[in-house]
């Protein structure tokens, strides 16, 4: 089930901000702004999910959990980047 949940987080990540911006404080408690999660919403969803992830879990910014932010990071881009490349290719 767990594996379920996270292929529908990395397939939908705006539809389960929006999930958790209504149904749950998740975000809230890891942001204390708005501007911050609705950025996130538009350039980096992933990003966002996982750095309220481990706010949330209490897991300090140090360490392995800073390579788990960087390769959602590197996700969020690889998204931007393979339309481009896709494209670019077609035409």
């Known amino acids: 089930m ?3 949940l996270a292929f529908l987080v990395l397939a939908f ?7 958790m911006f209504f149904f749950s404080s998740y975000l809230q408690r890891a942001y204390h702004t708005i501007l911050v999660p609705l950025l996130g919403f538009f ?5 966002t999910i996982v750095y309220a992830w481990l706010m949330n879990t209490h897991r300090p910014l140090e360490g392995v959990w ?6 959602a990071v590197l996700v969020d881009a690889g998204s931007f980047g393979g339309g ?4 670019r290719r077609q035409g």
Do not use: E
């Not at 990540?13 to 999930?19: A, K």
């Not at 800073?66 to 390769?71: D, H, M, P």
């Open 66 to 71: 800073v390579f788990v932010l960087i390769v």
């Open 13 to 19: 990540p705006r539809v389960t901000l929006v999930l």
């Open 84 to 87: 481009w490349s896709g494209r």
């Open 43 to 47: 350039f980096l969803p992933i990003t």
């Open 2 to 4: 767990p594996c379920i």
